[in-house]
């Protein structure tokens, strides 16, 4: 069999990378060695940058209407609500998604798998990589189909994605170094159905002596996510259950709570781990192959989102002939140093949480609770907080993607995410983003007319022009007189000028040839 990418792993990433390659019309095939997509919840949240991509799909409303928005964030010490923060649009004004928005990460899988049937394609379930060769310009996997012991299929493929998850395979194939470590505290995950007296759209975060407990809301009446820390006496024990862990749960949040029914329960220890190279000639690393991290902040799967949209509409542009194979060298440029920040991240907030140090405990029991309440109801300081959670601060500001030629003073670079700006659609105020759903690259023309004919003959099919008004927001940005935004398919800002021309265009495209 021969196709243009092959994608191991049908889990988040590999789906929203199939998905994405979908709507390239990029022709691939998808393994997974399970029969079906996951049943687990396992990830909670989705963030807005995530939603944004789901919007850029067509299916952020899905998530809005079967996920839980999460309303205030409690955070209790000892059984003592000490701070609570209302939530509730805490990021208006900078996306079209300003909820904590808590979506499991089976109806992630769900939603994507629905996605791409729709698109006439399906996962090669019960199928496994079991080896793969790389040559100069493919790879060939070999693979096995549990249903026929006796079957041997070989692909040949021009690009390799390993979406395969925390074992990697093919990162063991490669001899990758997963630099990091492992924490030393184990951690339970329990899916509960609850009845107490606490409304449906609160997280609380439980700190005790015993160990730090969370309870997430989900969607549905009474259903929560515990995730906590086991407490000394239970780390060397094999088989801990959701029964031995009750009095423990009950001691630490120590409010009257009924554990109506179990929906999943596992126990698990964590690690904080990246390789240092997420391209390896033909084979791309994405996701969980690429970087694990500890759940803090609930970044995990939507990073493997972000990477996979990342690197599809660049695989595209290279399969389409439109640009050399070195342009996909930029996904490593861009998606590496984000993860290696956001290792350093989550291990700090984890080793603050989890921390038995006396010092720290004294901190986040006695200290850290009214800081936060403090911090927090201060608008500027809750909206970078929001920013930073919600993934939307990140900026590819070096990546040798973005250029830019201005003399006005903006609040924004070459390489930011698509600044969310509203303006008038249909007759209706909305943000920007409603019209950069095409896969495409979009030529936002601000307070100036742009025609088809400013687009070199060789891209008119890659490019799309969108004129918009120099209004308001735009002027609290800084835009004072015609811009020009080239927009990447990912929505971030390719090229920036304060003029434009099919020349320049051309030159941005260029980059893209390594010239
Ligand atoms: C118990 C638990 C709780 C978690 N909780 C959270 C949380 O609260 N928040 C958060 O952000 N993250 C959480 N995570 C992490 C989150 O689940 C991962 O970040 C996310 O699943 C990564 O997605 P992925 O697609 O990269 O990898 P995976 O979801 O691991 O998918 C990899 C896929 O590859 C397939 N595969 C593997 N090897 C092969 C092969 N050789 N051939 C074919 N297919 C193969 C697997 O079957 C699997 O379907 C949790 C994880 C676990 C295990």
């Known amino acids: 069999m021969h196709t243009q990418v092959i994608i191991i792993g049908a889990g988040p990433t590999g789906l929203m990378a199939a998905c994405q390659l979908a ?6 095939i998808i ?10 919840s396992r990830a909670m949240l989705v963030t807005a940058r995530s939603m944004e991509i789901y919007q850029q799909m067509g299916l952020a409303d899905t998530v809005l209407q079967q996920g839980q928005v999460i309303g205030k964030f409690a955070i209790y010490m000892n059984g003592r609500e000490k701070a609570t923060l209302e939530t509730t649009n805490a990021g208006n004004g900078l996306t079209d998604f300003p909820n904590l928005q808590a979506f499991e990460q089976f109806k992630n899988e769900e939603l994507l798998y629905e996605q791409l049937k729709a698109t006439g394609r399906d996962v090669l379930w019960r199928t496994s990589l079991v080896s793969f060769e790389q040559h100069d310009d493919h790879v060939v996997a070999s693979l096995y189909d549990k249903s026929d012991p006796f079957s041997k299929i070989s692909i040949k493929a021009s690009y390799l994605l390993a979406c395969d ?3 990697s395979l093919v990162r063991q194939q490669l001899e990758l170094n997963f ?7 184990k951690f339970f995950v329990a899916d509960v159905k609850l009845s107490w007296l606490q409304p449906a759209n609160k997280l609380i975060a439980s700190l005790s002596r ?21 407490p000394k006496g239970f780390e060397g024990k094999e088989n801990v259950s959701f029964d031995d862990l009750k009095d423990v749960i009950t001691a630490n949040i120590k409010l009257p709570l009924n554990v109506e ?8 220890k964590l690690h904080h781990r990246c390789v240092n190279r997420f391209r390896i000639n033909r084979c791309f690393l994405l996701g969980d192959a690429a970087h694990i991290h500890s759940p803090a902040g609930g970044q995990g799967m939507n990073t493997g989102l972000q990477d996979a949209h990342n690197l599809a509409w660049k695989l595209a542009l290279v399969l389409q002939g439109v640009a050399d194979d070195k342009l996909i060298n930029t996904y490593h440029d861009e998606r590496y140093p ?20 006396w010092f720290l405990y004294q901190l986040r029991t006695y200290v850290m609770p009214n800081i936060l309440r403090l911090v927090l109801s201060t608008q500027w300081i809750s909206k970078r907080i929001f920013r930073i959670l919600s993934q939307i601060w990140y900026s590819y500001r070096k990546s040798r993607l973005s250029l830019q030629f201005i003399k006005q003073k903006l609040k924004f670079s070459a390489g930011d995410r698509c600044p969310y700006v509203m303006t008038a659609i249909d007759g209706k105020l909305q943000s920007i983003y409603h019209l950069l759903m095409e896969p495409k690259f979009h030529l936002l023309c601000i307070g100036s007319i742009g025609y ?14 969108v004129n918009l008004p120099l209004n308001e927001s735009w002027q609290k940005l800084g835009v004072q007189s015609g811009l020009y935004l080239l927009i990447r398919p990912d929505n971030y800002i390719g090229l920036l000028s304060d003029e434009i021309s099919p020349g320049l265009i051309s030159g941005y495209f260029d980059t893209f040839k390594g010239k």
Request: aromatic share 20%; hydrophobic share 40%.
């Open 338 to 357: 984000f993860a290696q920040w956001l290792m350093k991240f989550t291990d700090k907030i984890f080793a603050f949480m989890t921390s038995c140090n």
């Open 31 to 40: 393994i997974d060695t399970k029969p079906a997509p996951t049943h687990e």
């Open 261 to 268: 029914k179990l929906n999943w329960f596992s126990v698990y």
């Open 179 to 185: 630099e990091g470590g492992t924490y030393q505290n």
């Open 23 to 28: 709507r390239f019309n990029v022709e691939f």
């Open 165 to 167: 998850g925390s074992s």
């Open 210 to 230: 015993v160990n730090f407990c969370a309870f997430f809301p989900m969607y549905g009446n009474g259903n929560y996510r515990i995730l906590g820390t086991l």
């Open 452 to 465: 088809d004919s400013l687009i070199p003959v060789h891209l008119i099919n890659y490019i799309k022009v």
